[in-house]
């Protein structure tokens, strides 16, 4: 599934031709993804300015100017492309899609703007899905309402995870995946977040708050590190492992970067350690780390 770092991605590439743009006409080709459609959505959506594109977590937030909002999720293999007016008259032609490796049958709604632009979102899997929101009801609707902080900007903080991890005796790993705790913080990261500071994912979260309640420096280093991990993605457009493109085709990086994950049985990348990484199963994921170096 893609992770926040793609998710952002994504925001990114359509945010200079979705943002401020007029929905012309909304093409809704199939009856559900991993739900069913809102009604009458393709008639909703047409007209509709987009006043402002943002994301919460994995969810992408098209804010329109009746106050309603789009929400997306690209579930496990959804992926959106921009096509530019010049090129509207491929869309449907077979050749087009295949050149990006997507089939023209998982195109299932295509946003016409008015601009010219279109927007395609292809998902061959269809565990995406889109829905409508009141804004002024957004931050209470079961998708949000428990959600945690953001793993980027200023509400992550080490004081705020010395508060969740107090006396937690839940394995750190599975800590930091808890969405309540830090929203759209996803496997990849944490393996990497974690072999950067140097931490064990099977240690008690407990470990890193002190007797005080006060975040150990250990805890503040792993802060740093999620912060840095998630940006640090971001600008390389994220992970391509499956099915993550960018907007206009192209892969991200980030998986060149990989210190730990899927790198099972290779030597640790510190120059100072002779240990070996290792995959363990936890909570149904793998998590990769090197059992030398991670304490």
Known sequence: ??????????????????????????????????????????????????????????????????????????????????????????IAEEHFHLQRGKLPKHDHVVLHLKSGAAILYNDPRRFGFFDLIERVSLAEHPYFAKLGVEPVGNSLSADYLAEKFASKKTPLKSALLDQHIIAGLGNIYVCEALFRSGLDPRRAAGTLVTKAGKASAKLTLLTDEI??????????????????????????????????????????PNETCSGVIERITQSGRSSFFCPKCQK
């Open 227 to 268: 912060r840095a991990t998630i940006a640090e993605a971001i600008a390389a457009g994220g992970s391509t492992l499956r099915d993550h493109t960018r907007t206009d085709g192209s892969l991200g990086y980030f998986q060149h970067r990989f210190k730990v994950y899927d790198r099972e049985g290779e030597p640790c």
């Open 1 to 90: 599934m893609p992770e926040l770092p793609e998710v952002e991605t994504v925001r990114l590439g359509l945010q200079p031709v979705l943002e401020h743009a007029i929905i012309a006409k909304a093409e809704i080709r199939r009856e559900n993804l991993r739900f069913a459609f809102p009604d009458r959505l393709a008639q909703r959506l047409e007209g509709r300015e987009v006043i402002g594109l943002g994301r919460r977590a994995k969810y992408l937030l098209a804010d329109l100017d009746d106050g309603m909002v789009l929400v997306m999720h690209l579930g496990m293999s959804g992926s959106f492309r921009v096509v530019s007016a010049e090129d509207q008259h491929l």
